[in-house]
């Protein structure tokens, strides 16, 4: 995937304006919201599969497996990366942009990458948590 030549501000304003959305299945869920970030980054959908429908925990679980082969948030974006050609990588290369996985409440969640802090849906607004706490990442694309 190639990003467009002003996906930087396109991120930071897509950010900004999804800032105060709360975490919703299948609207504003941490895989959807990565993914959302994708597509503003490069106008390509990385999970169409996740697209349109699930709106519970459940919901979302078996479109996973069905779509991914796993329910598991790691192990379906792992699939769905090598599917798109997102190479994992270690947290400690992650770059602004790139996917990473996260840990809240003791649940991975799927955020994006933007500096020294990533961000992800929270339950009331996109959290903004330190990059040291990722647990791992994927190389979305480079310029």
Do not use: H
């Amino acid at each position: 995937m190639i990003r467009y030549e002003n996906w930087p501000e396109r991120l930071s304003n897509y950010i900004a304006k999804r800032k105060d959305d709360p975490f919703a299945w299948g609207v504003n869920d941490c895989v959807l919201f990565a993914a959302d970030c994708i597509i503003e980054m490069t106008g390509l959908d990385p999970v169409p599969p996740l697209r349109g429908g699930p709106t519970t925990a459940l919901g979302m679980a078996r479109r996973m497996q069905d779509a991914y082969g796993s329910a598991d948030v790691t192990e379906a974006a792992r699939a769905a990366g090598a599917v798109v050609g997102f190479p994992e990588i270690s947290w400690t290369f992650a770059q602004r942009g790139d996917v990473v996985l996260l840990e809240n409440s003791g649940r991975p969640c799927l955020g994006i990458c933007g500096g020294m802090m990533a961000y992800a849906p929270g339950p009331e607004r996109i959290m903004q948590v330190p990059m040291r706490t990722a647990l791992l990442a994927w190389q979305t694309a480079r310029q």
